[in-house]
């Protein structure tokens, strides 16, 4: 997902709600030029964030725009009728996505899968184009055979540059140049700082987005301006960097031993003064040179992406054609 360039806030997340709360740990609670409202429903949280200045930008790292953010920490219990209640409140969110950059009923939609379908963590999108619901060949070859309430849906997983030997935007902007679509869809996995956030929150961003910046291995962006057409973004945190957790490890374990005595410092010396940046910068030196500053993901993700990977899928043929019942919106696989 598109990481700015403040490096000190990053903490190497993608998520913009994350970014937020590094930073508020220096600069407070309230940050200008940035707007946040949370909102809970059954074990459904939905974060809207709207970051409008090139105050609030900077502060957190992250483009201005609008993010959204769907917490759901059970997701992982492979409960379907969660899932199709996260697919709901995804497919309802999206929609305001649409409306927001007015996107009419008949636009055509272009929706991208990024990463590599031979590596399990990095192959969301390539497993969401595969349940997408495409229609744009029904619209060209039998029109008048397609019944009210759809729309023109293409998508493509164009793979990566180490697969292509071709910058993936390069891919999506031919196809873009081609098929002239009215909205680009990109889906990618992401980085987060929190493992409990891994496979069970969902991101979607109106700044577009660059390829591999999840892994540390930004590339040329999908935007509105590389691409000519609005872009929105859609991304899972699917691996953790392990200076990450060492890092937060540190941090649980000064909090810890701060309950049971006053004499941590005589314990962890100058660590416990470090601020959170120029630690985990520490941590990184130490695992750097070691080759250990490892990406991380849980024993489970074969399984927790294809169920994500569905949740999104199902939510976005609910938003993208009216035919399909945004309101109990059923998962659906190939």
Do not use: C
């Not at 709207?50 to 219990?77: C, D, F, Q, W």
């Not at 008949?106 to 192959?123: H, R, S, Y």
């Not at 940046?277 to 030196?285: D, H, I, N, Q, T």
Request: charge should be negative; hydrophobic fraction near 40%; glycine fraction near 8%.
């Amino acid at each position: 997902m598109d990481n700015y360039t403040n490096d000190k806030f990053s903490d190497r997340t993608d998520l913009a709600v994350e970014a937020k709360e590094i930073a508020s740990r220096s600069l407070g609670d309230t940050i200008s030029g940035i707007e946040v409202t949370t909102t809970e429903d059954q074990g459904i949280t939905v974060t809207r964030m709207k970051v409008h200045s090139e105050e609030g930008s900077r502060a957190i790292g992250k483009l201005m725009g609008n993010y959204l953010t769907i917490e759901v920490p059970e997701l992982r219990n492979k409960d379907s009728v969660l899932q199709e209640r996260v697919a709901t409140t995804f497919a309802r969110e999206f929609e305001w996505f649409l409306n927001k950059i007015n996107i009419p009923a008949d636009a055509k939609i272009l929706v991208i899968g990024l990463g590599n379908w031979n590596v399990t963590p990095d192959a969301l999108g390539p497993i969401v184009v595969e349940n997408v619901m495409v229609t744009r060949h029904l619209f060209e070859l039998m029109p008048d055979q397609v019944s009210p309430g759809y729309r023109q849906v293409s998508a493509i997983a164009p793979g990566v540059l180490g697969i292509t030997g071709i910058e993936t935007s390069d891919i999506v902007q031919g196809i873009v140049d081609q098929s002239k679509p009215d909205l680009v869809i990109a889906i990618d996995a992401l980085a987060s700082k929190a493992l409990q956030r891994v496979n069970t929150t969902i991101q979607i961003a109106d700044t577009g987005i660059h390829p591999g910046s999840g892994i540390g291995n930004k590339r040329k962006g999908i935007n509105l301006e590389s691409m000519g057409v609005p872009v929105i973004a859609i991304g899972v945190p699917t691996v953790v960097y392990a200076s990450t957790i060492v890092n937060n490890s540190i941090e649980l374990l000064l909090n810890h031993m701060k309950q049971q005595t006053e004499h941590t410092e005589q314990i962890f010396g100058v660590l416990e003064h470090l601020p959170e940046a120029e630690r985990l910068e520490f941590v990184k030196e130490v695992l750097g040179p070691l080759g250990h500053d490892l990406l991380v993901t849980t024993k489970e993700i074969d399984e927790f992406i294809e169920d994500i990977a569905n949740v999104i899928a199902s939510g976005l043929n609910a938003s993208l054609h009216e035919a399909v019942d945004m309101d109990n919106v059923s998962i659906y696989t190939h």
